[in-house]
């Protein structure tokens, strides 16, 4: 039968991060530097929200947009922290996870041919969705441009195909978050193009340096904007499955109509621990945030005296340092390390930037240490 399934599906192949993560898997000494979650539990008060909802036998669907009392928390949460407001009857719809937000955006807004620009490096989780609707990718690299979007080299691939943007900062895999004068010209510009932006901001909450700005507060881009979030990195809740989406409403009742079709509802039991998350534990990522910025400047700082250059990030909890001069394919770098020195890390290859890897530092000190004795030992055996 493989023969009758689609060809895009096939075409598909298992992202690079999943790839070295189930191999270093196999090593019982191994260190797995490729996690994208946090390592850290799901605050307690949630865990017993979600338990609770559980015994109460609350485990049915809900609204098909989710429980109105989380997406007035959902609501309440980035008006009290970014002064913006979404109308929780009508602009907000609850996810599995951020995941399904993209999924039933892109697949909301794509028709065959139409055009998504990309800055790359981008995380992976964007081009099947868009490739399975018969989009095409117009990618925009941004590694010549400190990984910040340049507005005149977008300017350039704007064209009358072009159906939307996806930007996401702070960034997987970078680390980058955007300060208010790198926001405002990609605003002014954005403006002016009819086209539709989709801001994941899943880790706005991971932001070390200043404080986020999201592109959700810019009113002259409201009709255009779909912010897609979720509680997966700020609260610890990966397996929970619970993000949303923000966005004008006579767009979100479209959206709504692809996301009941695939989900009918989120986790009735992870809504209840959203609810509890967004209303009485939004300090929850301060103190995960201490613990990365401690982790971040450790492995900086091995990096650079290993000659591994990197931009120091100023969010999430990865680092992407440049292995060009190492002079192997991001696949070969990772494929040896992994072979020769037992540790996991993600090739830049993954996120469409060759002559990097992606460190994650959602990780304890011990292997965080670990994994950097044996990056340095791997480079100088190069010599
Ligand atoms: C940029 C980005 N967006 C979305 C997701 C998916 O998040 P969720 O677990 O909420 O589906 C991830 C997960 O790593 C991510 O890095």
């Given at each position: 039968?493989?023969?009758?399934?689609?060809?895009?599906?096939?075409?598909?192949?298992?992202?690079?991060?999943?790839?070295?993560?189930?191999?270093?898997?196999?090593?019982?000494?191994?260190?797995?530097?490729?996690?994208g979650q946090p390592?850290?539990?799901t605050?307690?008060?949630v865990?017993?929200?979600?338990?609770?909802?559980?015994?109460?036998?609350?485990?049915?669907?809900s609204?098909n947009a989710g429980l109105?009392?989380l997406r007035?928390a959902v609501s309440?949460f980035f008006?009290?922290?970014?002064?913006?407001?979404y109308?929780?009857?009508?602009e907000i719809i609850i996810t599995n996870g951020a995941s399904e937000a993209i999924d039933s955006v892109l697949r909301t807004?794509?028709?065959?041919?139409?055009?998504?620009?990309?800055?790359?490096?981008?995380y992976?989780g964007y081009?099947?969705i868009?490739?399975?609707?018969?989009?095409?990718?117009?990618?925009?690299?941004?590694?010549?441009?400190?990984?910040?979007?340049?507005?005149?080299?977008?300017?350039?691939?704007?064209?009358?195909?072009?159906?939307?943007?996806i930007?996401n900062?702070?960034?997987n895999?970078?680390?980058?978050?955007?300060?208010?004068?790198?926001?405002?010209?990609?605003?002014?510009?954005?403006?002016?193009?009819?086209?539709?932006?989709l801001s994941d901001e899943i880790y706005s909450e991971?932001?070390?340096?200043?404080?986020?700005?999201?592109?959700a507060?810019?009113?002259?881009?409201?009709?255009?904007?779909l912010l897609l979030h979720g509680l997966s990195k700020s609260h610890a809740m990966t397996g929970w499955r619970l993000g949303y989406v923000l966005g004008?409403?006579?767009?979100i009742?479209?959206v709504l109509?692809v996301h009941l079709?695939n989900s009918i509802c989120a986790s009735l039991p992870s809504q209840y621990a959203a609810i509890?998350a967004l209303?009485?534990?939004?300090?929850?990522?301060?103190?995960?945030?201490?613990?990365?910025?401690?982790?971040?400047?450790?492995?900086?700082?091995?990096?650079?005296?290993?000659?591994?250059?990197?931009?120091?990030?100023?969010?999430?909890?990865?680092?992407?340092?440049?292995?060009?001069?190492?002079?192997?394919?991001?696949?070969?770098?990772?494929?040896?390390?992994?072979?020769?020195?037992?540790?996991?890390?993600?090739?830049?290859?993954?996120?469409?930037?060759?002559?990097?890897?992606?460190?994650?530092?959602?990780?304890?000190?011990?292997?965080?240490?670990?994994?950097?004795?044996?990056?340095?030992?791997?480079?100088?055996?190069?010599?």
């Open positions: 039968m493989l023969n009758k399934i689609n060809p895009i599906v096939k075409d598909i192949s298992v992202p690079g991060i999943r790839v070295f993560a189930n191999k270093v898997s196999e090593y019982s000494n191994g260190i797995n530097l490729t996690i390592d850290f539990p605050p307690t008060r865990k017993d929200a979600g338990i609770k909802a559980i015994e109460n036998n609350l485990t049915g669907y609204h109105l009392p007035e309440n008006h009290e922290k970014y002064g913006f407001l109308d929780p009857y009508e807004i794509i028709t065959p041919g139409d055009e998504v620009i990309l800055p790359i490096p981008s992976s081009e099947s868009i490739q399975l609707s018969g989009g095409k990718i117009v990618t925009l690299d941004t590694t010549k441009t400190n990984f910040i979007p340049d507005p005149d080299d977008l300017e350039k691939i704007i064209s009358s195909k072009t159906k939307a943007i930007l900062f702070p960034s895999p970078v680390g980058v978050s955007l300060r208010k004068e790198q926001i405002e010209p990609l605003v002014r510009l954005l403006s002016k193009h009819k086209i539709f932006i991971n932001v070390f340096d200043f404080d986020h700005i999201s592109f507060s810019y009113p002259e881009i409201r009709p255009q904007l004008d409403q006579k767009v009742e479209q109509k079709n509890d209303n009485n534990c939004r300090n929850a990522p301060e103190n995960m945030n201490r613990a990365y910025i401690e982790r971040r400047d450790y492995v900086y700082n091995r990096l650079t005296e290993m000659g591994l250059h990197a931009l120091k990030p100023n969010g999430t909890f990865y680092i992407f340092p440049s292995i060009q001069h190492t002079k192997l394919s991001s696949l070969e770098f990772a494929t040896r390390l992994l072979e020769e020195q037992y540790t996991a890390v993600v090739p830049g290859s993954a996120f469409r930037a060759e002559d990097y890897i992606r460190i994650s530092f959602a990780n304890s000190m011990e292997n965080i240490k670990e994994g950097l004795d044996r990056i340095e030992a791997f480079i100088y055996s190069l010599k």
